[in-house]
C-alpha cells in the first residue's frame, strides 16, 4: 500500500508518503496544511492517508527530533528510490553524509563525485529532491559559503530556518532567526 501522513514540528505540519520499497517523499510545510497536503498528493495521487507502519514512525520521530533541534542521524531511514535518476541518486547518497551542523557547497559534492564541473547538476539534482530533510539538502550551499536557493515553501529564508537550528551560522547574514523570520 502506498501510504502518507501529515506530522507536527517545529517549522510546522510536514506531509510524508511510503511505499513498502521505504519513505518515498518528505514535503515541508507549505503556507497552511491544505496546501501541504495538495503537494504531497500531487506527486502520490495513489497515496491513502494512513497511520504510518513502524518503520515510517521511527523515520517521523527523527525528523520531529531533528526540527526541535536535537542531534539525530537520519542516514539510516530507508528511502524509496523508484524513479530517481542514478545521478541523482549519488548525489543524495552524498549528501546524506553531511551530519547535521556542517556543510558542504555544491561544488565540494561534485568534486567528492569525481566531476568538478558539476556543480550546476548537483544545484539542480538537490532542486528536484523529493526526501528534504532526510537528504539534508538545506546542508548544501553555494559558491563561498552563502545560501543558495531552496525549492521548498519559504525558500531561502527555510533553508536558513533549517541551518539555525542545527547551529549553522550562513555568511551574509546578521542572525539566521533574522533571516529566515
Known amino acids: 500500500m502506498n501510504g502518507y501522513t501529515l506530522f507536527d514540528t517545529a517549522i510546522g505540519r510536514c506531509g510524508i508518503a511510503w511505499t513498502q520499497r521505504g519513505v518515498a517523499a518528505l514535503q515541508l510545510p507549505e503556507a497552511h496544511e491544505g496546501k501541504t497536503r495538495v503537494r504531497l498528493l ?15 514512525q521511527r523515520a517521523i520521530d527523527g525528523i520531529v527530533a531533528l526540527l526541535r533541534g536535537d542531534a539525530c542521524d537520519l542516514s539510516s531511514i530507508r528511502l524509496d528510490m523508484q524513479g530517481v535518476p542514478p545521478f541523482h541518486r549519488r548525489v543524495y547518497a552524498l549528501a546524506r553524509t553531511i551530519a547535521a551542523g556542517r556543510t558542504l557547497t555544491y561544488g565540494d559534492i561534485a568534486t567528492q563525485l569525481g566531476d568538478p564541473g558539476a556543480a550546476r547538476a548537483v544545484g539542480q539534482a538537490l532542486g528536484h529532491n523529493p526526501f528534504a530533510i532526510i537528504v539534508p539538502c538545506h546542508r548544501v550551499l553555494a559558491a563561498h559559503g552563502q545560501a543558495g536557493g531552496f525549492s521548498a515553501h519559504g525558500g531561502a529564508a527555510t533553508k536558513l530556518r533549517l541551518l539555525s537550528i542545527e547551529g549553522v551560522q550562513v555568511p551574509g547574514t546578521s542572525t539566521l532567526f533574522d533571516a529566515a523570520a
Do not use: N, T
Not at 497511520?51 to 515510517?56: G, K, S, T
Open 42 to 56: 500531487r506527486r502520490f495521487p495513489q497515496a491513502l492517508e494512513a497511520a504510518p507502519p513502524a518503520a515510517v
